[in-house]
């Protein structure tokens, strides 16, 4: 993937909504952009969900199994341990040249958690971050998952919200390497949003966070887009 023609780089982030895309087309297509992008590269923040699928980060590499009660198992290069991508669950990916602004990737991981504790708070619901153990929890449970990779001094993978998504998939594994880790979903906190409305709420507040003044979009925005 190629940055968008129309983005300029600075305070604009190149958002990109492709739906449901299978996590291994996102995971090569996140590499071969951080691969190209050159000092210019616009950031770029990618809103999707994924099929079911369980990823782990490199704290699972060498791992054998390629399935979990039937759900395939990709490795990934991101940090962290295991978790579970699902329908219903929105992932927001942050392409960031790190290295341009000044950031590093503890910074960028508050950033993103604090989207997500300011998102429930303006449902007056106490969400919080938790030292050592990245995500976002509410009375305990895990509602928000993180992991990142940082090449060449940009960012790729992100964050995932669970909004109304099948949890029993997490009950196959110990959730990012914690056993017993309880999870909970916007809907079981009496919070209903279909994928475009959390999109665009989630989405005010992660671009706050990040320090972005607003979002174009490219002239394309199909699942196959992400493909080179």
């Not at 190149?14 to 087309?25: A, H, I």
């Not at 962290?80 to 790190?98: C, E, F, R, S």
């Not at 909004?163 to 009950?171: A, E, R, V, Y």
């Amino acid at each position: 993937m190629h940055p968008a023609p129309d983005a300029t780089p600075g305070d604009e982030v190149v958002l990109r909504r492709p739906g449901r895309v299978d996590y291994s087309v996102a995971f090569r297509a996140m590499q071969d952009f951080t691969d190209a992008r050159t000092p210019e590269t616009p950031d770029e923040v990618w809103l999707l969900e994924h099929p079911p699928v369980f990823t782990m980060g490199l704290k699972g590499r060498g791992g054998a199994r390629t399935h979990i009660h039937g759900i395939p198992v990709v490795y990934s290069d991101r940090g962290g341990d295991m978790t579970y991508h699902g329908p219903g669950q929105l992932v927001a990916y942050i392409l960031m040249d790190l290295n341009r602004r000044g950031w590093g990737a503890k910074r960028l991981v508050n950033a993103m958690e604090q989207s997500v504790v300011n998102l429930l708070a303006a449902r007056q619901i106490q969400a919080e971050r938790r030292a050592g153990a990245p995500g976002v929890y509410v009375a305990g449970a895990k509602i928000a998952s993180l992991g990142l990779r940082v090449r060449r001094g940009a960012s790729y993978h992100g964050i995932a919200l669970n909004l109304d998504m099948d949890l029993t998939p997490f009950s196959y594994i110990d959730p990012c390497g914690y056993p017993a880790q309880p999870v909970t979903r916007l809907i079981d906190l009496g919070i209903r949003r279909d994928m475009a409305l959390a999109g665009r709420d989630w989405l005010e507040q992660l671009l706050s966070e990040l320090g972005y003044t607003g979002f174009v979009s490219p002239s394309k925005n199909r699942p196959s887009d992400l493909l080179k």
